[in-house]
């Protein structure tokens, strides 16, 4: 990589400390992006997620891969609990009473 990038130092040893031209903050690692959204530094910055309102990169990938997950496993439930509605929705009220309801309900979750 320092054939396309002339100026970048081979070590972070030999980096000297420069500012951020958005805020101003002093910077010590040449991996260091300003995040236009939040207006911080983040060493490692990869992307900015709407949905936490924080920026992934460094040291908050692992945070972000637990959101992911747990985002993946609420999905996983809530698949299962359709499922499990549909195929025995003779065990519901709701299901005798209003069918369009009742089986509308399981289409948005699907």
């Known amino acids: 990589?320092?054939?396309?990038?002339?100026g970048m130092p081979l070590s972070f040893q030999?980096?000297?400390s420069r500012q951020c031209d958005d805020c101003g903050c002093t910077?010590?690692?040449p991996r260091v992006k300003h995040c236009q959204t939040c207006g911080w530094c983040i060493e490692g910055f990869d992307h900015h997620c709407r949905y936490l309102n924080v920026c992934v990169g460094g040291k908050?990938?692992?945070?972000?891969?637990?959101?992911v997950l747990l985002?993946?496993?609420?999905?996983?439930?809530?698949?299962?609990?359709?499922v499990h509605a549909v195929?025995?929705?003779?065990?519901?009220?709701?299901?005798?009473?209003?069918?369009?309801?009742?089986?509308?309900?399981g289409s948005m979750g699907a």
Not at 1 to 6: H, I, S
Not at 71 to 82: D, E, K, V, W
Not at 87 to 105: A, K, N, R
């Open 1 to 6: 990589y320092t054939e396309a990038l002339p």
């Open 14 to 16: 030999e980096s000297e």
């Open 27 to 29: 910077v010590s690692h």
């Open 60 to 67: 908050t990938y692992t945070a972000w891969y637990v959101f």
């Open 71 to 82: 985002l993946l496993f609420l999905l996983a439930t809530c698949a299962t609990g359709i």
């Open 87 to 105: 195929v025995q929705s003779e065990q519901y009220d709701l299901s005798i009473t209003m069918p369009g309801l009742f089986y509308g309900f």
